[in-house]
């Protein structure tokens, strides 16, 4: 708590510096930087490379801000993070987490959205016969609890499989129970691991995509609190340019990406890394990411996630999108910084 | 008896009132710190979700305690036949034993796989240790001159173990097996939070990735008080496990 | 040393290496669950600035933690053994919070303590005090009341009782506390490292995990007993040299 | 009963000896001991402290090796074979806190393999003369010292072997209480028809008891005095006042003195 306030306090002397400095130069100036921090929804890697290439090639000190990133881990989430104030801005892995952190009384608002296709994707050994959904019927599909399994269930229910028909368990960690088939159907991040696997030579494998399936929904949002929107729209501008010309850097150069990331933690793999901004940058640029560009909040994809999760009973149907996306501050990013290169 | 509970309950009151006081007092919200109440009626309206997540950590941890208190106190016991053993592979235990259990769970996930097999190693693995070390220490402070009484009588080693060191080691023992039952649960959750078909630390990691905070700390309070509870048994016990003293 | 005091042990661990390198190299599944030692002492080879790091990085927040937790637990146990009504009331609660996985109150610890060293640090201190304090309590209460009085009737104050008779009674089991706080406190820093941070063996660990890199897995393995062999090899030191007297009571 | 020297020696010690320690830090406890021991004999040996009776007497129960030669019922022995052969009663009653005080008593049967209703059935009729009636369910720390011993005693005599080696079993009884136990354990002995060496540094306590008084020297310990005492029995406590008790004691006292003296001042010169 303590951390907080200070933060707040020197928050609110830097901006008035800022606000000084403003007036009497009339443009940003280099020794006053706005203060924000960015949470990740996991460890340092090249899943968020934009931001750590923003940082590094100083496109958020141009938009006047300087920018820590805070990496996530296994025990902690951005959403109560940034709502208590200790972050400003997070990026929420999946719509639902966004949604149900509403209805808990977090006020967290999207402010852009990364990945037009969900990166969730499930992988059956070929040998199995496995290809569609609607083999899934008898079978053991493994996934992660956290979200994804709403996803699942859809993809089932659209196969015209009862959810009794196919035994979901949760997935964590490792693919070993896949490799050593003691389940039929996992799922995978196709920028993690899906990558694992094959760096692991397993070869003859099936991967099924929601999308395929009228299981299309985004995902990794940058969110900011209600209360950040309202009071520092220019900080939350800025955070957004920044970030979005991050990842436009990031995809068109993308071994100086890696090597930015790779300076920023410990104990990665280059090969790998790339493998997964590859495979993130993919997802960035599918269906509307490269029509309207990067960073889209596509309205359309958003319903499509409430909807699902509305039949699931997950949200409950007065769940107002509106309040929980502000499209306004990506429409307002230079072109030039949306567009894939 | 009321006096003596009387001075605990004073304490919990106190910490109870900080809680209180200090969301009240510094406007914190309650996906920060949630009122006591809150969290107590959570507990109550998915009380089915949390006995089975709290049956499924038992076991784990009860399992593996049993597994590794047995190996533990075997191993104690086979290593202090022998002075010779004991310098042998006393270094090689103590350097296994100095690896943070958290750093075997990746592997104990993979070699035995995201279901109970994997928590009860890892508890084992733990409770193995604690009471081994224990033992080890307990059956070496023994009275040598009451070791020297039983051999005059011609007793071997065993015997002597099982009819004088054993029981002399007790307290000692049991302060190891103490230790080690809320370190049982811990480990359990700890494993289960990286990992798990079941448990509170599943419904842990869950809830906290989908941002249901409340449905968090109710399972961590349902692990703690469960915790205690069982350790409170075991106090209760020791008190008759070791009646001489 | 003689070479009956060093040859056994070392036997010993040289065949279990050779167990372990024979065994890393059956066929077993798809995932090898146990490389070859060889395996793992060549990555540890490669990567020994990484790891070192790493572990510098982890041992300080270690270090510290544990310096925290044992001032402070040893404070409560004399605390403790001195008030009996703050025994009374407070104890039990130390008892219930060792009863809480604080690796759950993730987003707490990072709003509490930042997302610097702090954080860590505040960890390895909760995992550390409880033993010392429990330790610190027992040991200065061991003292037999017929030494007590026995000093008490040369006119000794609370304080001359508890400075030459409490504490030099209750060293030893203190220092057996710090023994097992020393490896709490390094579990500390590594579970306190998840709490978002990018250097530091615990992060290692997790990174290893999400790639299913089971050889790097090891060398953490291996780094962290290094560390963990470190300080007790220290602290036995201290043990043996300057605290002689007396074991456990 | 006086001794019976037609019969062979149920012990023999010849020129034993016994070393601490390796290298250059050695210690010889004792050096050249000879003793020999008749069946149904009383000995009581005595010495200055630190002069390796204890040592002599965990070689004779078998607990250490030493070198020289050892006899026991004619045949030689070396020290560890006289384990389970002699029934060993160390200073402390080492009674064992968690077993009740008639377990505690026939301890050495069940390690002999009786089963313990066996065992406790023999033990029964014993707990009147040891007096202990009405103690068999009691745990030790719930008796007085003297009691605790008479259970140690009663523990030795359970486990029936032909020499009893009794190390300073009343030492840490105050004066009153020893004097009973004194009386007490003659009758018995008697009674039971054994042979028992026994250690004090109690010179009276030697006298009264012994048939025979055996005096050891400073470190390293040998044998200085061999002394037969040739008063009657049974003795009563009168006899303590006698001119010929006081007689010997003088004898014997001068001699442990002078032992002790040297073992003073061996302990003065050393830095």
Redesign the interface.
């Known amino acids: 708590m303590r951390t907080a306030l200070k933060t707040i306090t020197r928050r609110t002397v830097v901006s008035a510096v800022g606000a000084i400095c403003l007036g009497a130069m009339g443009s940003t100036s280099a020794f006053a930087l706005d203060q924000v921090s960015v949470r990740l929804p996991w460890l340092a890697q090249a899943q968020f490379a934009g931001f750590y290439v923003a940082k590094a090639k100083g496109f958020y000190e141009s938009e006047g801000l300087e920018v820590t990133v805070n990496p996530g881990g296994p025990n902690i989430n951005g959403e109560t993070l940034v709502a208590s104030g200790a972050d400003d801005f997070a990026i929420v892995g999946t719509v639902d987490a966004l949604l149900a952190g509403r209805e808990k009384g977090l006020p967290l608002v999207a402010v852009a959205m990364l990945l037009q296709q969900n990166p969730m994707a499930l992988v059956a050994h070929e040998d199995s016969g496995i290809r569609t959904p609607a083999d899934f019927k008898g079978k053991t599909v493994s996934t992660f609890f956290t979200g994804a399994q709403n996803l699942v269930y859809a993809m089932i229910e659209n196969a015209g499989l009862a959810q009794e028909d196919v035994k979901v368990v949760p997935q964590a960690v490792s693919m070993a129970p896949f490799l050593d088939r003691q389940v039929d159907v996992a799922s995978v991040t196709v920028y993690n691991e899906l990558n694992v696997l094959k760096a692991q030579g397993l070869e003859g494998i099936v991967v099924i995509n929601p999308a395929d399936y009228g299981v299309n929904v985004p995902s990794d949002a940058i969110v900011a609190t209600e209360k950040t929107i309202a009071e520092r729209p220019a900080v939350v501008q800025g955070f957004i340019n920044g970030s979005i010309r991050g990842w436009q850097y990031a995809l068109a150069h993308p071994d100086e990406a890696v090597e930015i990331v790779m300076n920023e933690a410990s104990g990665l793999e280059a090969p790998h890394q790339r493998a997964m901004l590859d495979a993130y940058g993919k997802l960035m640029t599918a269906g509307e990411g490269t029509t309207s560009g990067l960073g889209v909040l596509d309205m359309a994809g958003v319903e499509r996630a409430r909807d699902i999760l509305l039949s699931r009973g997950v949200v409950k149907p007065d769940v107002d999108l509106d309040d929980a996306v502000n499209a306004g501050f990506w429409k307002a990013v230079p072109s030039e910084f949306t567009k894939p290169q | 008896m009321i006096a ?1 509970a009387s ?2 309950l ?3 009151l ?2 109870a009132a900080i809680w209180e006081g200090s969301i009240r007092f ?1 406007d ?6 949630p009122p006591l109440g809150q969290i107590a009626e959570r507990i109550w309206t998915g009380r089915s979700e949390m006995i089975a997540g709290l049956s499924a950590t038992l076991y784990e941890a009860g399992t593996g305690y049993v597994i590794g208190v047995a190996i533990g106190l075997l191993l104690a016991i086979a290593v202090s036949l022998s002075s ?1 053993a004991e ?6 235990f ?11 769970v ?2 104990s ?3 035995f ?2 279901g109970a097999a994997s928590k009860i190693a890892m508890v084992a693995l733990t409770v193995g240790f604690t009471v081994f070390l224990s033992a080890v ?1 307990g059956l070496k ?1 023994v ?1 040598p ?2 070791v ?8 071997g080693q065993m ?1 002597i173990i099982w ?2 060191s054993l ?2 080691a ?1 307290p ?1 023992i049991v302060s190891g097996l103490r ?1 080690s039952i ?1 370190r049982a ?2 480990v359990a ?2 494993a289960e ?5 079941d448990g509170l ?2 419904i ?3 809830a ?7 449905r ?1 700390w109710a ?2 309070a349902v ?3 469960a ?2 509870v069982i ?1 409170g048994v075991f106090v209760w016990c020791d008190r008759r496990l070791v ?3 | 040393m003689k070479p009956s005091v060093w040859l056994p042990p070392l036997l010993v661990t040289a065949l279990f290496l050779v167990c372990w390198e024979i065994f890393g190299h059956l066929p077993m599944g798809r995932v090898k669950v146990v490389p070859p030692v060889s395996a793992i002492a060549m990555d540890i080879i490669h990567n020994h600035q990484l790891l070192l790091r790493a572990m510098l990085h982890t041992l300080t927040e270690a270090m510290v933690g544990f310096a925290a937790g044992a001032a402070f637990g040893f404070l409560m146990g004399v605390l403790f053994a001195e008030v009996r009504i703050l025994e009374r009331m407070f104890f039990p609660v130390f008892i219930i919070s060792q009863t809480i996985p604080v690796v759950a109150f993730g987003a707490l610890v990072v709003i509490w303590f930042g997302n610097g060293m702090l954080s860590k640090v505040v960890i390895a201190f909760y995992l550390t005090f409880f033993p010392v304090t429990v330790h610190t309590h027992r040991g200065l209460l061991s003292v037999e009341q017929q030494r007590i009085d026995l000093l008490r009737s040369f006119a000794a104050s609370r304080w001359t009782l508890f400075w030459r008779l409490r504490l030099p009674f209750a060293l030893p089991t203190i220092m057996t506390s710090l023994i097992l706080g020393s490896s709490l406190s390094l579990v500390g820093a590594i579970v306190g490292e998840w709490f978002g941070d990018t250097k530091g063996l615990g992060i290692m660990l997790v990174q290893a995990m999400y790639v299913e890199n089971m050889v790097r897995l090891w060398s953490i393995i291996v780094a962290c007993g290094v560390i963990g062999v470190g300080l007790y090899a220290v602290l036995r030191f201290v043990q043996t040299r300057w605290i002689w007297w007396g074991n456990e009571t | 009963m006086a001794s019976r020297p037609s019969d062979r020696p149920i012990i023999e010690l010849s020129n034993v000896s016994k070393t601490f320690g390796d290298g250059q830090r050695t210690v010889v406890a004792i050096e050249n001991v000879n003793l020999d021991i008749q069946p149904g004999e009383f000995v009581t040996l005595i010495g200055p402290s630190g002069c390796g009776k204890s040592t002599l007497f965990n070689i004779v129960a078998g607990l250490l090796d030493a070198e020289g030669s050892i006899r026991f019922g004619g045949k030689p022995h070396n020290g560890c074979d006289l384990l389970g052969k002699v029934a060993f009663m160390p200073q402390k009653d080492l009674l064992l806190p968690w077993r009740r005080v008639i377990d505690n008593a026939i301890l050495p049967l069940q390690v002999e393999g009786m089963s313990r209703r066996q065992a406790r059935a023999m033990a029964d009729e014993l707990f009147g003369e040891f007096g202990l009636a009405g103690f068999e369910n009691h745990y030790p720390h719930q008796l007085s010292g003297g009691m605790r011993q008479r259970v140690a005693l009663m523990r030795t005599f359970l486990f029936k072997r032909d020499l009893m080696l009794l190390d300073e079993p009343f030492g840490a009884l105050d004066a009153l209480t020893r004097m009973m136990m004194q009386r007490w354990l003659l009758d018995i002995w008697q009674r039971h028809n054994r042979t028992i060496l026994f250690i004090t540094h109690d010179v009276d306590e030697a006298i009264f008891l012994g048939d025979r008084v055996v005096v050891m020297t400073a470190r390293p310990g040998s044998i200085k005095i061999n002394r037969k005492i040739d008063l009657g029995r049974p003795r009563g406590a009168e006899i303590t006042t006698s001119r010929e008790f006081l007689e010997i004691k003088k004898e014997l006292l001068a001699a442990v003195e002078e032992e002790s003296m040297k073992s003073f001042r061996i302990a003065q010169q050393v830095p």
Not at chain 2, 148 to 155: D, K, Q
């Open positions: 003596r001075y605990p004073l304490g919990l106190i910490i510094f914190i919200p309650p996906f920060v710190l010779l310098r042998s592979v006393m270094p090689l103590i350097a296994i034993n100095s690896v943070p259990i958290v750093a075997y990746p592997v996930f993979v070699a796989g995201l220490q402070s009275d001159s009451a020297n009484l039983l051999r005059s009588f011609g007793a015997r009819m004088f029981p002399a007790m000692i230790v809320v649960m811990i959750i700890v939070m990286l990992g798990a078909y630390g599943r842990i990691y869950e906290t990735q989908q941002v249901d905070f409340l968090t399972a961590i692990a703690s008080l915790s205690l350790y009646w001489w003293k």
